[in-house]
């Protein structure tokens, strides 16, 4: 079992920066693969990074964050965050953190085994 609870969201002007973080509870987070999914409102929960289980070794990002945001993990603290430099005002959404366990489904939120409750962007223009 992993419990999985975000912080760090607000209120952003455009081009500014925000550090998310996801604390996780449960003596298997380290061997979860990670990743950050958005939600805005009518739309779908999008893919946006994830990290492998072994502590940093491999990263993916979804083409329209790349560049700007950063994700990174720290197993000795359950933690895995979420940098997000130079924001635009359509990254505004909920963001949540997600583990799960096969690394060529990463980019599906459908096979994501466990969830955090999201946290509030929103990026002001």
Same mark, same amino acid.
């Given at each position: 079992?992993? =419990? #999985? /609870?975000?912080?760090?969201?607000? #209120?952003?002007?455009?081009?500014?920066?925000?550090? #998310?973080?996801?604390?996780?509870?449960?003596?298997?987070?380290?061997?979860?693969?990670?990743?950050?999914?958005?939600?805005?409102?009518? *739309?779908?929960?999008?893919?946006?990074?994830? /990290?492998?289980?072994?502590?940093?070794?491999?990263?993916?990002?979804?083409?329209?964050?790349?560049?700007?945001?950063?994700?990174?993990?720290? *197993?000795?603290? *359950?933690? /895995?965050? #979420?940098?997000? *430099?130079?924001?635009?005002?359509?990254?505004?959404?909920? &963001?949540?953190?997600?583990?799960?366990?096969?690394?060529?489904?990463?980019?599906?939120?459908?096979? &994501?085994?466990?969830?955090? =409750?999201?946290?509030? /962007?929103?990026?002001?223009?």
């Amino acid at each position: 079992q992993v =419990q #999985l /609870v975000e912080s760090g969201g607000g #209120l952003v002007q455009a081009g500014g920066s925000l550090r #998310l973080s996801c604390a996780a509870s449960g003596t298997t987070f380290s061997t979860y693969h990670m990743g950050w999914f958005r939600q805005a409102p009518g *739309n779908e929960r999008e893919f946006v990074a994830a /990290v492998t289980w072994v502590l940093g070794s491999t990263t993916d990002y979804a083409d329209s964050v790349k560049g700007r945001f950063t994700i990174s993990r720290d *197993n000795a603290k *359950n933690t /895995v965050h #979420l940098q997000m *430099n130079s924001l635009k005002s359509e990254d505004t959404a909920v &963001y949540y953190c997600g583990a799960h366990r096969s690394w060529d489904s990463r980019q599906d939120s459908q096979k &994501y085994d466990y969830w955090g =409750q999201g946290t509030q /962007v929103t990026v002001s223009s």
